[in-house]
């Protein structure tokens, strides 16, 4: 690194004063004169520049740094002060020299900084392609730098600051990788308003995991950072990564000891430990969901075909895919490991991994209760439960004993009745409406499962059948609150269903429609009864798709069948009729 | 604050006293002997995510914010004062805004100003002369004055001035920003039920908690946005109107 001579006190004088402006005085300028310390700190630069113009006009590279930092200051103030069209001007002016002289230890530091900030100026004009090059050359500026030169650069500062007073090199890497991960967390925000998600997600990866390096963070920001951006991996079936998002929140926020007493800001520790217990459910009910989707036959059941071909294909691989260390040098590396150890990533393939994807899911779940108390995290609580009941639910399709996967869905029924019956409807609608088609289908695949196991069987006997008719009764009843949720409050269904519930309420529709016919009696009368229901029901999914043709796109399969029925049913409702005694007849 | 409350002057009066009048007015009318009201107010603040009781400011601590399965969403402990008129209503909101001008004051350029939700609730209670029962009907109205919406951008991009020379030491708020915005994205809705695109409320804010059965499906909501035909008020203007279309598109997210 080249010396550089000691720089005249009056500078070093003028600049800390601009510095002390804009980062200090600047917060307490009053609201009726909001930029007065930076017109103030302008002032102070215009005149510095000047002194430099004047004094130097040998060239060398010093000079020129000075007055390019000066600059881009003053380019910094005019951002503050609204008047971005001046500050790119500025910036424009230093760039070109700049770009020239950018892997030196005296000048990356400023190029890198006025490469960003027009980056920043044209995000803040909301222009992300303008922005991207300029945030992308600073990220090649940086990494060449790396390639090259071991010791770390100048901070821009140390142009204006007295041999004695400069940073010592561990302040110089610390201040350097800093505006470095600045860059990659204005890219993240680039990408993503550029559409280019997984970029996006890169980049924000890359920002948290340097935040662990340098060890620069609030474990409770940094925990839920990492939460929420598992759930974007989560959500786009890369389980390993999002595992390990998750697994690195658990060890951060593990770590903050806790303390006891009610104190305001340590409250954030519980509720963050909560939430990344919830992603953890949900990381489990989404695995167990898709390993579902990978494995469903037409009818909604375990393909065994298919399960047997998968399992043979996962025993011919032979070696283990190496585990993503995103985090890799940190400290926690082995805790994160360890945390991840706990549940698979993999899609399950059958009963044995279910389970295990399962059971993880389900400690989860005990340890978010004691936080999400019903009587004071109503919501939290109730999604909570409809998660555990998505986790039998899950589970049930991988088990082959018919007798446990009915267990399992009762299970499920009852632990949603259970919380249903708390709610007032009039605060928690949603949830309302969401519990009632949780337990109308519940009660529908306990109903099916029961009905198969009768099937299989030489004598029905009557209490099955009875067995059987309350589901079905149970989902018709549930099916139908839902249904009058809909109406308004005197009770009329409306004409045209708003777009959020207009596929359930067909559905619904449909499927009472369904269960009516499945209902099981010996009565004529009753049967015929049950048969005009099953009409009704399947003439309002006809009829209301034609009334609104964009609903029935929502429900292509459901419609054409009740298009099928509504042919035919009412030839069977004239065959029960006439079968009717005369005074059975309406 | 024109619109909501107006000027002292008769004739210029705002939503809010007009809404009383209103509402007083019918009360007074009534003749039905068998119909009896109650009005009662509270008026809370949320600065910073901390809800303060504007009716008994001396109340120097923050209130909690529960959930209750029957009550709704509620605030612990704030008071709740019956009124008889407008009259009433009127002093009550007069002393809770100045104990709200208290709390505003010298704020640097991160943190904005408070929400004020001001609620009124009407209990209209029948008696059925047959029976002797009494059945009650009660009714909400929250009338909630938004912090200013420069902080509120859609595009997240204001508020983010980037001071590099000035302050290195600026948190990485844009992070959180990013990576919310990413995970709110629906997911591949491959599975019949469609993916819930945010798992988790993770920095729900207290106003949207308290709100939420407001905007949820049982009720009305009406949004009013203040916006000024001066063009140096163009960005504000702009951003006002950005919020709002985006208040407009607020669903009650039922997923079925």
């Known amino acids: 690194m080249a ?104 000048s990356v530091s400023l190029a890198m900084a006025v490469q960003t900030q027009l980056g920043m100026i044209w995000v803040n004009r909301d222009d992300m392609e303008k922005a991207l090059p300029y945030l992308e050359a600073a990220e090649e500026m940086y990494k060449q730098y790396k390639k090259e030169v071991e010791t770390a650069p100048l901070d821009i500062h140390e142009l204006f600051m007295a041999q004695d007073e400069m940073y010592s090199e561990k302040e110089r890497k610390r201040r350097f990788e800093k505006a470095h991960t600045h860059t990659l967390c204005y890219l993240a925000l680039v990408c993503k308003k550029l559409e280019q998600p997984e970029r996006a997600a890169a980049y924000c990866l890359a920002t948290l995991q340097r935040q662990l390096t340098s060890q620069d963070y609030d474990p409770v920001d940094w925990a839920t950072n990492a939460t929420m951006l598992s759930q974007y991996y989560i959500l786009g079936q890369q389980y390993a990564v999002g595992r390990h998002c998750l697994a690195a929140a658990s060890v951060v926020i593990d770590k903050v000891p806790e303390f006891e007493g009610a104190d305001e800001e340590l409250s954030h520790i519980p509720r963050c430990k909560a939430e990344i217990r919830r992603c953890w459910i949900k990381y489990c009910v989404n695995l167990l969901e898709d390993s579902r989707l990978q494995l469903e036959d037409g009818i909604g059941e375990l393909d065994l075909k298919r399960q047997q071909e998968l399992q043979a294909q996962q025993g011919e691989v032979n070696e283990v895919p190496e585990a993503p260390s995103l985090f890799s040098g ?22 044995p991994e279910a389970r295990a994807v399962f059971l993880f899911g389900q400690s989860c779940l005990q340890a978010a209760k004691r936080y999400y108390s019903l009587n004071s995290h109503t919501t939290d609580y109730v999604e909570v439960v409809q998660d555990y009941g998505e986790l039998f639910n899950a589970l049930s399709f991988f088990e082959p004993d018919i007798h446990r996967r009915c267990k399992m869905q009762k299970r499920r029924i009852d632990m949603l009745a259970e919380v249903y019956l708390e709610l007032n409807p009039r605060f928690y609608l949603r949830l309302c409406r969401e519990l009632q088609m949780e337990l109308a289908e519940a009660c529908y695949n306990l109903m099916d499962l029961k009905v198969s196991i009768s099937s299989n069987v030489e004598q029905p006997s009557q209490h099955a059948a009875k067995k059987i008719n309350q589901l079905a009764q149970e989902a018709i009843r549930y099916y139908q609150l839902f249904l009058d949720s809909l109406c308004d409050l005197e009770g009329r269904f409306p004409e045209t269903l708003p777009p959020e519930v207009v596929r359930a309420a067909l559905v619904a529709n449909f499927r009472m429609g369904g269960l009516h016919r499945k209902l099981l009696t010996t009565d004529g009368a009753q049967k015929l009864a049950n048969t005009r229901h099953a009409y009704e029901c399947y003439r309002f999914v006809e009829g209301y798709c034609v009334r609104h043709p964009e609903a029935g796109e929502k429900v292509p399969a459901e419609l054409e069948l009740s298009r099928e029925i509504v042919g035919l049913l009412p030839a069977e409702i004239q065959r029960l009729t006439s079968s009717l005694s005369p005074c059975q007849q309406e | 604050s024109y619109t909501m409350m107006g000027p002292q002057e008769p004739g210029q009066e705002g939503i809010i006293p007009q809404l009383c009048e209103e509402l007083f007015y019918r009360i007074s009318n009534n003749s039905d002997p068998d119909l009896s009201f109650s009005v009662e107010v509270s008026y809370k603040e949320i600065y910073c995510e901390r809800v303060r009781d504007l009716l008994n400011p001396k109340n120097k601590g923050h209130l909690r914010v529960r959930e209750h399965p029957l009550l709704g969403p509620y605030v612990e402990d704030l008071s709740k004062l019956a009124v008889t008129s407008y009259k009433d209503i009127a002093e009550l909101m007069d002393s809770g805004n100045k104990a709200r001008t208290v709390a505003a004051t010298n704020m640097n350029e991160t943190s904005s100003r408070s929400h004020a939700v001001f609620t009124i609730v009407l209990t209209q209670r029948r008696r059925d002369p047959n029976t002797d029962i009494t059945t009650e009907k009660v009714s909400k109205v929250s009338l909630v004055d938004l912090a200013g919406s420069e902080r509120a951008d859609s595009t997240g991009a204001k508020g983010m001035r980037l001071k590099e020379g000035a302050n290195i030491n600026k948190s990485l708020t844009t992070l959180g920003k990013v990576i919310s915005s990413l995970a709110e994205m629906d997911g591949p809705g491959k599975g019949k039920k469609k993916r819930k695109g945010e798992f988790v409320p993770y920095r729900d804010s207290v106003l949207t908690w308290l709100l939420r059965e407001n905007l949820g499906g049982n009720s009305r909501t009406a949004m009013i946005a203040a916006l000024s035909p001066a063009d140096i008020n163009f960005d504000e203007t702009l951003s006002t109107l950005r919020y709002a279309d985006r208040a407009n598109e607020i669903k009650c997210n039922a997923v079925v």
């Open chain 1, 3 to 106: 010396e550089h001579s000691e720089c005249p006190a009056s500078w070093r004088d003028e600049y800390r004063r601009a510095r002390l402006l804009l980062e200090d005085e600047a917060q307490r300028d009053p609201p009726d004169e909001p930029f007065r310390s930076q017109y103030a700190a302008r002032n102070v630069l215009d005149k510095l520049l000047a002194e430099l113009e004047q004094a130097d006009q040998a060239g060398g590279l010093l000079p020129v740094l000075r007055r390019a930092a000066v600059r881009n200051l003053q380019a910094t103030v005019c951002q503050d002060v609204e008047e971005a069209a001046a500050s790119l001007e500025l910036l424009e002016e230093i760039t070109e020299r700049l770009n020239i002289e950018s892997l030196r230890p005296e």
């Open chain 1, 330 to 351: 940190a400290i926690i590396m082995d805790a994160v490991s360890l945390e991840e150890g706990q549940v698979p990533c993999e899609l399950a393939l059958g009963y």
